[in-house]
């Protein structure tokens, strides 16, 4: 790994305060380095997941995800739906957008290059920018009609009486957009964003996370341990069993094939075999993990409400063997 020149500072080891009791939301990569962000506006990078350096955020909001375009470029969100913004690798941050009376916080964002981005959060929050992130609009999520044919089976659905929760907003490896929402709901959009398309749903309950596989491949999780993988677009699903009842946050798909899961109480999920198994990996303690990423020294970096942690990955690469 290259070396990332980390402004004057104090760095923080794994033993710190910060990085063993705060909580953390989310973590990316950022061409050779890492950037965390959680609550009270923590941010905090690294080159190696071992050493960090807190960055002033200049806000005390809690920041829950965090998207980098590339080495430079990238943005994070919030509680009272801030936008921060970086075009240094996250070494200083600017403030681009706060809508504290609105009370819904911004839970996920994306960019598809330099000047096209999308923030979705709770209440049906949804924000689009058109500069980089400069300045941001509000639009209503633009679904087009469902035929009744390819409509939900939930009975008795009251959703359409209030917003839905967006929780997260992902990128397909042929470029198409997922939401994953509250109330079970999954939207696919072809052209980045100007339409969306519900698509049927093999649950009623929140969704939090989508991993993207392959092509038309993805797999959908959140509440309560489900998981539903599909190799069609979503036109059908099947449920993957995990063995537990706990909230799914977020997944990686290694290189070698390997899918991670992680959520709440300590759960790590592994799998092998293209989610025809998961299996769970035991980690000390039952702290949560709100996000996962790969290092390069063959170690998970987990964050969650016991600050970054790291994981070798030969713990669980030898029990696969």
Not at 53 to 64: C, M, N, P, R, V
Not at 99 to 108: N, S
Not at 119 to 130: C, D, I, P, R, W
Not at 137 to 162: F, K, R, S
């Amino acid at each position: 790994m290259g070396s990332f020149p980390l402004s004057a500072g104090s760095l923080y080891d794994l033993d710190s305060t910060l990085l063993s009791k705060s909580l953390f939301l989310d973590i990316d990569r950022a061409g050779d380095h890492f950037v965390a962000v959680g609550e009270r506006g923590h941010i905090v990078v690294s080159a190696d997941g071992v050493q960090w350096q807190k960055i002033d955020s200049g806000t005390e909001a809690t920041l829950t995800a965090v998207f980098f375009l590339d080495r430079d470029h990238g943005w994070a969100v919030g509680h009272d739906a801030i936008v921060l913004k970086t075009s240094n690798g996250g070494n200083s941050w600017q403030q681009v957008f706060a809508a504290p009376e609105k009370e819904a916080p911004l839970l996920d964002i994306w960019f598809r290059d330099a000047e096209y981005g999308i923030a979705v959060g709770a209440y049906g929050l949804y924000l689009t920018s058109q500069d980089g992130g400069n300045t941001w609009q509000q639009e209503e999520l633009n679904v087009a009609p469902v035929q009744e044919e390819a409509g939900n089976d939930i009975e008795d659905d009251l959703t359409e009486l209030y917003d839905l929760h967006l929780n997260a907003i992902t990128a397909l490896d042929n470029g198409d957009l997922i939401i994953a929402a509250e109330a079970g709901r999954i939207y696919h959009s072809s052209n980045s964003g100007q339409l969306w398309h519900e698509l049927p749903s093999p649950y009623n309950g929140s969704f939090f996370a989508v991993l993207p596989l392959a092509a038309n491949t993805f797999v959908v999780f959140g509440l309560r341990g489900h998981c539903y993988l599909t190799s069609d677009s979503g036109k059908s699903w099947q449920r993957i069993e995990t063995r537990t009842r706990e909230l799914l946050n977020k997944g990686i798909h290694l290189d070698d094939g390997t899918d991670v899961i992680v959520g709440m109480g300590g759960t790590l999920l592994i799998s092998h075999d293209n989610f025809a198994t998961l299996e769970p990996v035991e980690v000390a303690g039952r702290n949560s993990f709100a996000s996962v990423i790969n290092s390069d020294n063959n170690q998970l970096i987990l964050a969650g409400d016991h600050g970054i942690q790291l994981l070798q990955r030969d713990r669980f690469e030898t029990a696969h063997e």
